[in-house]
């Protein structure tokens, strides 16, 4: 396994495509962080506002409209923890995600719009996690991302509606699929574990129990460090075109 992969000889457009907010932070905030803090310019892209993460029988009084609100706000302000230049959100219904053509053209338009050097998403072939099942919504948005780069992002033939609107093909060079099974590329991103975990606590709607949350994390250390000195590491599954 790779460590320490990048080797960017200039600063890059680091783009990330992930479901939920709370996703980028929890998945791989720390590297985020890292590059963030290295000079790269770090932009969010979030297809839902989460509006369905409560639990109505604790939560009596919290209503999907008004989840998504608080939501924004957690969002917005764990990404500027982060380091993260901006903030989009496409609001579609949480849970509710469909890898269908009308979302991978959607996600080519941003891919076009943006021009990532580097794009990041989830990979969509995990269905078990480390907490169960995975949230089908992480799937949908890691296989329509995919499905958008490949082919469709760099190609000129594709969806020539989008050319038609002015988004020239732009295919990134390098693709970062974390919440990933089958990694090939790690990260040590212990300088930043404390501001990722920072970012964590932002999302209050999220965090029940802060302390646990705290102390769970703590035991995602690597196997050969200690409690006392402890390294940590995100991993990747890193597909490279360029």
Known sequence: MTLQPENWISPQNVLVILAHPDDPEFFCGATLARWARDGHKVTYILLTCGDKGFNPATHPEMTPEKLCGLRHGEQNNAAKIIGAGSVHFMDL????????????????????????????????????????????????????????????????AYFPDLLAQGFEPHMPKEVWCSLTNQPNTAIDVTDTWDIKMQAILEHKTQVQDPNALIERFKTRRTEDSTEENPRYEEKFRVVKYG
């Open 93 to 156: 219904p949480d849970g509710y995600l469909i890898p269908d053509l009308n979302l991978r053209r959607d996600i080519v338009r941003e891919i076009r719009r943006h021009k990532p050097d580097i794009l990041v998403t989830c990979d969509p072939q995990t269905l078990f996690a480390t907490y169960g099942i995975n949230h089908p919504d992480h799937r949908a948005c890691g296989q329509v991302v995919l499905d958008a780069v490949f082919p469709a992002a760099g190609n000129i």
